[in-house]
């Protein structure tokens, strides 16, 4: 199973695919977790990305499409993955093309994940994400928690830096100028399903598991 999961930021890619992860038992692969964790480790990768991040923009093509080959091609992304923020422009969906075809991978399914801006700006604004385990959150599922409910850790709660108003909105125009375009690309290889993002979480979840269901995927 190959699925990629795509859409604006803030739309739920992340928390569909650690959902999805668990369900089917394959890996999430988040080219943003990865970034971060080299920001976090202040690598040479880290400390270049760290700046564009922060401004909102992407990381070069060159040293995303380096990374995600180096992941596809591992063991544990053998029995498939679920890919989150890759590919983000329409040189990286022909690298990625490249490299699956390969690795003899020909059954990539795109989600679609749609919402609208004003949706988008409410869950940026009220994301919080668990600095110990990644773990992702709205406001109201951790109001008055001093622990975070899946690892236990204390105060560990944290407003992404890129996730201040001016910046969000610069990732929503990086998003039409860059990254909505991919879209197109496979859509003209009949891979595209749309799903909308709209409901809560749990029904977004069910509609995806029928959308791969759909595709004879199985469980
Ligand atoms: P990345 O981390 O990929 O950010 P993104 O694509 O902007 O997506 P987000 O993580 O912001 O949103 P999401 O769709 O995962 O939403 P989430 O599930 O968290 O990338 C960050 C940066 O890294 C980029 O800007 C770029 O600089 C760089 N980068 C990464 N990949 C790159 C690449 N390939 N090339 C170049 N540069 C790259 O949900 C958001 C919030 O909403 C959460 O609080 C969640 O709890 C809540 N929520 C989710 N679903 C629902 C729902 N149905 N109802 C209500 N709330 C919900």
């Given at each position: 199973?190959?699925?990629?999961?795509?859409g604006?930021?803030?739309?739920?890619?992340?928390?569909?695919?650690?959902?999805?992860s668990?369900?089917?038992?394959?890996?999430?692969?988040?080219?943003?977790?990865?970034?971060?964790?080299?920001?976090?480790?202040?690598?040479?990768?880290?400390?270049?990305?760290?700046?564009?991040?922060?401004?909102?923009?992407?990381?070069?093509?060159?040293?995303?499409?380096?990374?995600?080959?180096?992941?596809?091609?591992?063991?544990?992304?053998?029995?498939?993955?679920?890919?989150?923020?890759?590919?983000?422009?329409?040189i990286?969906?022909e690298?990625?093309?490249?490299?699956?075809?390969?690795?003899?991978?020909?059954?990539?399914?795109l989600?679609?994940?749609?919402a609208?801006?004003?949706?988008?700006?409410?869950?940026?604004?009220?994301?919080?994400?668990?600095?110990?385990?990644?773990?992702?959150?709205?406001?109201?599922?951790?109001?008055?928690?001093?622990?975070?409910?899946?690892?236990g850790?204390?105060?560990?709660?944290?407003?992404?830096?890129?996730?201040?108003?001016?910046?969000?909105?610069?990732?929503?125009?990086?998003?039409?100028?860059?990254?909505?375009?991919?879209?197109?690309?496979?859509?003209?290889?009949?891979?595209?399903?749309t799903?909308?993002?709209?409901?809560?979480?749990?029904?977004?979840?069910?509609?995806?598991?029928?959308?791969?269901?759909?595709?004879?995927?199985?469980?």
């Amino acid at each position: 199973m190959q699925i990629i999961l795509f859409g604006s930021p803030g739309v739920g890619k992340g928390t569909q695919a650690k959902l999805l992860s668990e369900q089917f038992n394959i890996p999430h692969i988040s080219t943003g977790d990865i970034l971060r964790k080299a920001v976090q480790d202040k690598t040479e990768l880290g400390l270049k990305a760290a700046e564009i991040m922060n401004r909102g923009e992407l990381v070069p093509d060159d040293i995303m499409i380096g990374i995600i080959k180096d992941v596809l091609k591992s063991e544990r992304c053998k029995n498939g993955f679920i890919l989150d923020g890759f590919p983000r422009t329409t040189i990286q969906a022909e690298a990625l093309d490249k490299l699956f075809a390969e690795l003899h991978l020909n059954d990539v399914l795109l989600v679609h994940i749609t919402a609208d801006e004003e949706e988008i700006i409410k869950r940026l604004n009220g994301r919080r994400a668990c600095k110990i385990c990644g773990s992702i959150f709205t406001l109201s599922e951790i109001e008055g928690l001093g622990k975070c409910p899946k690892c236990g850790a204390e105060n560990s709660f944290y407003l992404r830096d890129d996730d201040k108003e001016d910046v969000i909105r610069k990732r929503l125009k990086v998003y039409e100028t860059n990254t909505k375009p991919v879209l197109g690309y496979y859509e003209s290889k009949g891979k595209v399903v749309t799903i909308n993002g709209l409901g809560t979480i749990e029904e977004v979840n069910k509609e995806l598991i029928e959308v791969l269901k759909g595709k004879k995927v199985k469980n």
